[in-house]
């Protein structure tokens, strides 16, 4: 049976259940870094993870439903490009294999994942005016102080490899920093 029905269209309890087990895993990497997994089995947070896995299916579904009302669609091309995008941040093809099988979801089901972010994204931009969301460069620079200041102003030896540059960071950054925005 259906978890949920958004303007006829079904979310299947298969696809519910998977969103929960995602959520969990990401909550529960979290948790484990801060010493706190216990809280995994605590009933209240349990009833939150089903409750936001939930709203997002939902959220999903009514933004894709529009998007495709307004002849929203995304090509391999694009999804195959922000995969590569992502590849980038791994040091190797089975260090992104690892990280797949720790959230559990295959390369193909990360695609289509891609697909619908990319389309959602592509919606919101179209309906957003993007003096909402326009990232400025003042921002980003404040970001990138944010994030690698410390780090530079203690001229700690080897961390040229690890360190962007401001132009690199903004580059790579900016449509992320937009997406959080929207």
Known sequence: GAAATVNGEEISRAAYNERVAQIESQYGAQLEMSGQEALLGDKEVQAQIK???MDELIDERLFLQAAAGAGIEIGEA???EELEFQKKSYPDEAAF????????ITEEELKESVKKQLTILAYARS???ESEYAVTDAELE??????YGSILESGA?????LVPSLEEFTENYREQFEIQKL
């Open 97 to 104: 294999q690892s990280d797949l099988a720790t959230f559990g």
């Open 157 to 161: 030896e080897g961390i040229e490899g």
């Open 127 to 129: 309906v957003v005016p």
């Open 51 to 53: 409750n936001v896995a």
């Open 142 to 147: 404040e970001l990138y102080t944010l994030n």
């Open 78 to 80: 694009a999804v195959e």
